[in-house]
C-alpha cells in the first residue's frame, strides 16, 4: 500500500491556474484595447510548461518517497491546458475577423 498523499506543490498548481485564467479572462475582455495579443498567450504557453514540468518532477518525488500520487495536481494541470487552448481560440478569432 502507499504512503500518504503528496499535496506539498498542490498550491503552486493553484497560482498557476489562478495566472493563466488572469491571462485569459485579459484575452476575452480587452482584447480589443491591446494591439498584441501574443506576449499574454507567450506567458499562459511558459505557465503551462511550468505546470507540466513541475507535474513530472512530482511523479519522481511520489515515486522516490513512496508516497501516493494526488490527481487534483494532474487534473489542474489538464485545466491549464484547455484554458490555454481557449486563449489560443480568442487570438485566432481576432485574427480572423
Known sequence: ??????????????LILFFTLV??????????????NYPV?????????????????EGIIVDEFNKSPGSMNFILSIISGVVFLLSLFFINKKTSK
Open 1 to 14: 500500500m502507499l504512503g500518504e498523499e503528496l499535496t506539498l506543490l498542490a498550491p503552486i498548481f493553484y
Open 23 to 36: 491571462n485569459f479572462l485579459y484575452l476575452s475582455f480587452f482584447r480589443n484595447k491591446i494591439k498584441s
Open 41 to 57: 498567450v507567450l506567458n499562459s504557453l511558459f505557465f503551462l510548461v511550468i505546470a507540466t514540468v513541475l507535474l513530472f518532477q
